[in-house]
């Protein structure tokens, strides 16, 4: 691909790409356990401030040609480290959650890590599962974006 895709530090400039993003109701579907009401800003600011002053998150931008399309975490989760990434669904199908992934897996080298993922999104398994990620489970949750429980992968990429 020739698309120029770094990861960088998320600044304060890149969330209220990241908040237009959320807004996108398919997206929310998709990603199904997103915040309860995604126009809801205050939720937005207050989740993206327990992100970034976290001491143990990682959390980066991603960029395609200097654009933001999106970022990528790693943060401490019930005594484990999760990863988790929200790439503008103007932008899927590229391969962009791919390769922004893999890029927080060569700086974030602690392992093993984890991941969620609802059982129909299969656009989301194909990236884990692409990233060396393996299903070590099932579990069911309240999905906010889809109102009812929904049943979600646990996935692990082994030490």
Avoid: K
């Amino acid at each position: 691909m020739s698309d120029d895709l770094r990861l960088r530090a998320v600044s304060e400039d890149d969330l209220p790409e990241f908040y237009t993003h959320q807004l996108d109701p398919e997206a929310n579907r998709m990603a199904a356990f997103g915040p309860t009401d995604p126009a809801d800003p205050r939720a937005f600011a207050a989740h993206w401030v327990r992100i970034l002053t976290g001491p143990h998150n990682v959390a980066r931008t991603v960029t395609v040609d200097g654009a933001v399309v999106g970022y990528v975490l790693a943060f401490p989760a019930d005594g484990r480290t999760e990863v988790s990434y929200w790439i503008d669904r103007q932008r899927w199908g590229r391969g962009y959650a791919t390769r922004a992934l893999t890029a927080l897996l060569s700086e974030v080298i602690r392992r093993p890590l984890h991941a969620r993922a609802a059982t129909d999104n299969v656009a989301s398994l194909a990236v884990l599962r692409h990233c060396g990620f393996v299903v070590r489970g099932t579990d069911r949750a309240y999905a906010p974006a889809r109102g009812h429980e929904v049943d979600e992968y646990v996935l692990e990429l082994p030490a």
